[in-house]
Nanobody, 114 residues
Framework: QVQLVESGGGLVQPGGSLRLSCAAS????????MGWYRQAPGNQRELVAA???????NYADFVKGRFTISRDNAKNMVYLQMNSLKPEDTAVYYC????????WGQGTQVTVSS
């Protein structure tokens, strides 16, 4: 069973930055494409950014130019650097494989508010 553990969320003012981390244990991480998702209250979970095992990252239009996804295969980690945060970015953020989906973790709460 693959375990996904997200961390790094918190409360930040508009225009601020956060860096989220995701640890994926018990997986063949280096060959798996990984992504970050988010879910706001009353909304469905949506894909924010995706990074294949090789190749270029892809971003949703609403975060393009503000967020950067990266990975460290040696540590089985994936990261999301979030800059210029907006109130509408408020959500619970999750990581998961975009190649072979695993069981969802608990996510990490990001709240952008004055």
């Amino acid at each position: 069973q693959v375990q996904l553990v997200e961390s790094g969320g918190g409360l930040v003012q508009p225009g601020g930055s956060l860096r989220l981390s995701c640890a994926a244990s018990g997986s063949i991480f280096s060959i798996i494409g990984m992504g970050w998702y988010r879910q706001a209250p009353g909304n469905q979970r949506e894909l924010v950014a995706a990074l294949p095992n090789v190749g270029r990252a892809n971003y949703a239009d609403f975060v393009k130019g503000r967020f950067t996804i990266s990975r460290d295969n040696a540590k089985n980690m994936v990261y999301l650097q979030m800059n210029s945060l907006k109130p509408e970015d408020t959500a619970v953020y999750y990581c998961n494989s975009v190649t072979v989906p695993w069981t969802w973790g608990q996510g990490t709460q990001v709240t952008v508010s004055s």
